[in-house]
């Protein structure tokens, strides 16, 4: 594995329960490396989904993975403001340059406007039943979902756009160097 420095370059791979692909980002650049969670930047990015095709995200972001908690936000600079998108998802791991975690379905998104909604339940209740979620999985999956919701209230750093645009300008510069 690489030495964990801002500018490296990673991959993203995301799962489902039962252990396969579910898409793949070709990069994540990182920005910064805290005990807890490390935060990475990307744009224009190419996604590859488990059936094959492929398709380039249209905006910059920002992206938060955290050590312990069951979620990752990713914040999208699109032209009428910020947006967040958060996926109920396991804490990460590092491995073989590619930044890995499960994806459980239930995602929150953000509005610029600070209205959000909670995206993907049939999916999730298809995927549990599907995958057989245990019981103790699913409490864990749905206190992420409150926690995350919590969290945004109480306007938890990973929502603070003035943190989430220095983070963008620090990526620019590593782009452009």
């Not at 990673?10 to 805290?34: P, S």
């Not at 590092?94 to 600070?114: A, Q, S």
């Not at 919590?150 to 756009?161: G, P, V």
Request: net charge positive; proline share 3%.
């Amino acid at each position: 594995m690489k030495k964990l420095t801002p500018g490296t370059k990673y991959q993203i791979q995301c799962y489902k329960h039962n252990g396969k692909i579910h898409r793949a980002w070709d990069e994540a650049v990182l920005l910064d490396i805290k005990p807890d969670y490390m935060v990475f930047g990307n744009n224009k990015t190419l996604v590859t989904e488990a059936v094959g095709n492929t398709w380039k995200t249209k905006e910059p972001a920002i992206m938060y993975f955290f050590k312990e908690e069951w979620f990752n936000v990713i914040v999208q600079f699109k032209k009428d403001g910020i947006y967040y998108y958060c996926n109920i998802a396991t804490p990460f791991i590092i491995e073989e340059d590619t930044i890995k975690y499960i994806d459980y379905d239930l995602d929150l998104r953000v509005f610029p406007n600070g209205s959000y909604k909670i995206l993907d339940r049939m999916e999730y209740k298809y995927h549990k039943k599907m995958m057989d979620y245990s019981s103790d999985l699913d409490r864990a999956i749905n206190y992420a979902l409150d926690d995350l919701i919590k969290k945004y209230r109480n306007h938890h750093f990973a929502f603070d756009s003035v943190r989430n645009k220095k983070y963008l300008e620090q990526y620019r510069k590593l782009k452009n160097n």
